[in-house]
Every structure is written in C-alpha cells, then in structure tokens.
C-alpha cells in the first residue's frame, strides 16, 4: 500500500510539473515528503518550487544535498538567489568541479555543470577562471550556444 501512494504522488508531481500546474506539483510534493522522505522526493519537491518561482523554498529543501542531482540543483538556486559562495561550494562538495568523466546519480551533463560554475565565477568577478569554465563546457557540448555566449 505504502508504495503505491508514493509511485501515485510522484507520478502526480511529475504530471503537474509536465502540465505547467506548478501549484499542484507543490502541493502533491509536499504531501510526498511528508509520507516518504528521501532524497528523490526531496529533489521532486525543490524542483515543483524553482517551477513555481520559490527558489528560496528549493534552497531550504536542498540544504544541505546529499546526492549529486540534489547539489547541482542547490547550485543553481543558490545562483539565482545571489548566494555564489553556496552555489560554488555546492558544485565542488559534488565533484562537479575538475572531475573528468560524468557525474552519474541523475545529475546534469558536465558541461552544464561547468557552464554554471562559470557563471559563478562571473558573477564573483573571477573572468579568467569563469573563461576557464565555459571554454571546458564547450569542449565537452560544443552546441552549448549559452557558453559561447558567455566568452563573447
């Protein structure tokens, strides 16, 4: 019984969340943490709140992150919330830095990984690392078009 009301909850998120009804999404993710608490329900949640536009809620969900698709994710929120320094040491605690290779755990193609780190390193006034970061996005995504962009 207990699995099939989390396999319904979190078929019900991933539905709003696919129908835009940010609001539904929220509100079924909540009630999925409450009944079953995990680091994949955790990482549903945050995501129906960034969709919804509560950044600050999906970084208080996150944080602090235990997998790697969960760090990313902190990332990003802290980016977006100013919090470069949290965001930064989100990517580094998940290997997302200098690690060859893939990152595996659901998380994002490196090179996305390395775009928002220099993005970070931007926004903190750090060009040459952020130069760095986005010349390493491009070599692993060369049709990561944002990354170009970043180095014009």
Known sequence: QTGTMEVALRS???ESL???AHSNAVFMAERLVA??????SSHLLATAYHAAGETHRAYSVLNPATTPRNRYLLAV???KLGKLQDAENALMAGGFGDAPGGIGDGAP?????SLLLGQICRAANR????????????RICPTLWVAWQNLC
């Open 12 to 14: 019900a998120v991933e």
């Open 35 to 40: 009944c079953h608490p995990s680091p994949e």
């Open 109 to 113: 193609n490196p090179a996305y990984c």
């Open 127 to 138: 060009t040459e690392r952020a130069v760095e970061h986005f010349q390493r996005a491009l």
């Open 77 to 79: 929120c802290a980016f």
């Open 18 to 20: 696919a129908a835009y």
